[in-house]
């Protein structure tokens, strides 16, 4: 949920400078290509009461580190997110266990400790978890849109041998598609197993697959 809150003034970009329209668009953008992502987490939310902001606790209930952490957070299973409460752009954050991705910059990190940043107004600390899998829409402009047509699946540290689940909900609440992506040595086998995508693909580490325009699996060698 985003707003610009503002009761007695007028609070919007364009008011303070240029930088804060290119801030506020930049992520505006990447909230919309997360919307396939972020919905699917928000329905679930509703079904099992799991909230789509969660403690770093309730994710890694078995990690000492995480129980005292309150200056960062998971969202939904695959992401975590550390805000950036100081002036000079500094952040600490602590990952834990497993290679972690940074999302905007591709960046990995090994986690099981702690590590220090600086950003500027367009970045901050936003990971991926090793052996996810986040469905990327393919829209910009608007967050409501059909979340299963252009849809990649974007594949982060996946172990060998392993799977992850992906779920991707329509606007109408109803599952629109949901499936595995599996990792055997060099190859990603993707497998819709209900619903459909549309003119879709698989990323790995910003390798991109061709476009399967329909069917229910895909093989790839990345």
């Known amino acids: 949920h985003s707003r610009l809150h503002g009761s007695s003034s007028y609070r919007v970009p364009w008011l303070v400078d240029e930088e804060s329209c290119d801030v506020l668009r930049a992520f505006t953008q990447l909230k919309h290509q997360l919307m396939p992502y972020l919905y699917a987490k928000a329905h679930e939310a509703t079904e099992t009461g799991v909230p789509l902001m969660r403690a770093m606790l309730i994710e890694h209930p078995h990690d000492p580190a995480c129980a005292p952490l309150d ?17 000079n752009g500094e952040v600490d954050f602590y990952l834990p266990e497993g ?3 940074h999302l905007l910059s591709g960046d990995k990190k090994q986690g099981g400790r702690w590590h220090r940043e600086t950003h500027g107004f367009l970045s901050l600390p936003l990971y991926a978890a090793p052996n996810s899998v986040i469905a ?13 047509s252009g849809t990649v699946l974007r594949v982060f540290e996946l172990d060998d041998g392993a ?19 599996s990792r055997q040595g060099g190859q990603y086998t993707a497998q819709v197993t209900e619903g459909a995508l549309r003119d879709w693909g698989l990323d790995v580490d910003g390798q991109r697959s061709p476009v399967l325009a329909e069917g229910a699996s895909l093989n790839w060698n990345a």
């Open 136 to 148: 990327w829409g393919a829209e910009t402009e608007k967050p409501d849109y059909d979340y299963a």
């Open 71 to 87: 200056r960062q957070y998971q969202l939904g299973e695959s992401l975590l997110v550390a805000p950036v409460f100081t002036e």
């Open 99 to 101: 290679k972690w991705t």
């Open 163 to 181: 799977s992850a689940a992906f779920t991707v909900v329509g606007l109408d609440g109803n599952v629109a598609a949901r499936g595995t992506v």
